[in-house]
């Protein structure tokens, strides 16, 4: 998908629909939506969603995987993962290592897997038998969370023992490092220096919402503030160019300001991974 | 699996609290984290509902509708990985356990399902018709009939009166719903009795106009006839114009 280096994507909405096929609207490298939210739709929306894909590279950021629940993976739902990966070829399926089911009920939303050896291992397991049967390696992003449970490791050893052990890629959120390391009083930077930044397929950049002075919540619904584009700027610098993603999900800004962030990054991300503005730097 | 016991168990505990707010004790947790998993997943639905019915929220009280969104929460695993599919299974819930009779509001169920089958209708993959003739004869030849349609049954006419009003109109009421091609806009058909079954012939036995007529005659009697054929012949014009019947198939009877 990767046209040159730098790729800039933007979550693809419905809110926000016309703009991405609008002249003069927003024209991201990429689109990135959650397979959920599509599979079998028909209709209007399903007419939307061909003409975008017809226009923009397609990456897959799915909510329902669930790869950290102790039951069995809903086979019938990756099997129409696959299929629509097939039908709008696309680069990436990415989902989240936390989980969203339990005791056979979904609940919508990311829970935190507790940071502990068992869990490892059954995560391990599952993303492996999860990759066989897709045929393709999958990317798992490192969630905020409010609390962990019963943490018997940190996070960093979590994340980076799950992609060594089970081959899986990681999608960096940088927005959800400076989340945790602010709820969870830790150093951003020492965990960014702690991943396995080699393993990263593709970043996200988000805003999100101080609810109280001590606590942060990830809610996609704000800009990104400086302190994250400063995370991202330091992370960046580690890495090779990867794609990356401006994840913005509800209280919708005027699309210049879209525009404007995404510029931003696509600023940040020059200046770290474009040789010869590196080398003018080095004069 | 792999987790151990312990492990499960503390995932149970925390889900449970999610979904029910049952004081539990995890140790080793942040308890205002703890209590924003609960509030945002519950928000979730919540939203989900408020956006999907909102006729059934605005003809509720607030603590009934805080009622339903918690023991539907709590009690109802829900099945469908997609989260805009749900509201189908809230209408379900709520439907089997009666609430409509508890709020005395008993055309709840109808409404639901009345406010579902719209998002049905909007959503539902697209249904290619058979390749068809646009001329023919509408009495005998088979209609190609727009596949993308729910048809209902109501006992309160929510789609007609004022959910309350239709208390004072029970009766058996079909509702058509389906998605105009031109444009993709839900349309909703009031079908009287009749209609409903010769709409159901034509669309789910592939008859034509003149083999259920000739069916009906056989049991009715024949000075009702001239009057049915009319009314069946107008109803199926209309049925064109509105585009649920689309044309003709290209079927050779011999
Ligand atoms: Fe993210």
């Not at chain 2, 031109?182 to 010769?198: I, K, S």
Request: proline share 5%; with cysteine; aromatic share 12%.
């Amino acid at each position: 998908m990767v046209k040159e280096d730098i790729n800039i994507g933007l979550g693809f909405r419905r809110e926000i629909a016309g703009n991405f096929l609008e002249e003069g609207g927003l024209h991201p490298d990429f689109i990135e939506v959650a397979p959920e939210n599509w599979i079998d739709m028909g209709g209007y929306w399903g007419d939307v969603f061909k003409k975008v894909t017809d226009k923009y590279p397609l990456i897959l950021h799915g909510l329902s995987l669930s790869i950290g629940s102790p039951e069995e993976p809903d086979w019938a739902f990756l099997k129409k993962v696959k299929q629509f990966i097939k039908d709008y070829h696309v680069a990436v399926y990415s989902d989240h290592l936390t989980f969203a089911k339990m005791d056979n009920a979904h609940l919508y939303d990311l829970l935190p897997i507790p940071f502990r050896e068992d869990a490892v291992k059954h995560v391990v397991q599952r993303i492996k038998e999860v990759q066989d049967f897709l045929e393709r390696p999958l990317t798992l992003e490192n969630a905020s969370y409010y609390t962990s449970v019963a943490a018997e490791m940190t996070e960093q050893q979590f994340i980076s023992s799950i992609v060594e052990e089970s081959g899986c890629n990681l999608l960096l959120d940088v927005n959800n490092v400076y989340v945790n390391a602010f709820n969870h009083k830790y150093d951003a930077r020492e965990f960014i220096d702690a991943m396995p930044l080699g393993r990263v397929t593709y970043i996200h950049m988000a805003g999100h919402y101080k609810i109280q002075p001590d606590l942060i919540i990830d809610t996609h619904g704000e800009a990104i503030i400086d302190p994250v584009f400063d995370l991202f700027d330091y992370t960046i610098e580690k890495m090779a160019p990867v794609p990356v993603l401006l994840e913005r999900d509800f209280n919708f800004p005027e699309m210049e300001e879209l525009k404007t962030e995404m510029d931003k990054l696509r600023t940040i991300c020059k200046k770290n991974w474009t040789s010869d503005v590196v080398q003018q730097g080095n004069i | 699996m792999l987790y151990s016991k312990e492990t499960y168990k503390l995932q149970q505990e925390f889900t449970r609290w999610c979904r029910t707010g049952e004081e539990i004790h995890l140790e080793n947790t942040r308890p205002e984290g703890l209590k924003q998993y609960r509030r945002l997943l519950r928000n979730n639905i919540n939203n989900t509902m408020k956006q999907a019915f909102p006729i059934a929220v605005s003809i509720l009280s607030e603590k009934e509708w805080a009622t339903l969104i918690d023991d539907f929460f709590a009690g109802h695993d829900a099945q469908t990985f997609q989260v805009w599919k749900l509201p189908f299974e809230f209408y379900q819930f709520v439907s089997k356990q009666s609430y409509g009779i508890t709020f005395k509001k008993p055309y709840l169920s109808d409404l639901l399902h009345f406010e579902w089958i719209e998002i049905d209708v909007h959503t539902m993959p697209d249904q290619i018709p058979e390749p068809f003739k646009k001329k023919g004869d509408p009495k005998k030849d088979r209609i190609e009939v727009n596949k993308e349609y729910r048809l209902i049954k109501l006992n309160f006419p929510v789609h007609l009166y004022a959910a309350e009003e239709s208390k004072n109109h029970t009766g058996n009421y079909f509702l058509l719903a389906y998605r105009h091609p031109d444009n993709f806009e839900v349309r909703f058909v009031d079908l009287p009795a009749l209609h409903t079954l010769f709409f159901e012939k034509i669309a789910q036995e592939g008859k034509s106009v003149q083999e259920i007529l000739k069916e009906i005659g056989e049991a009715s009697s024949p000075e009702l006839m001239p009057e049915i054929e009319k009314n069946i012949s107008k109803f199926v014009e209309t049925m064109f114009d509105q585009k649920i019947f689309l044309g003709y198939q290209h079927i050779y009877k011999n």
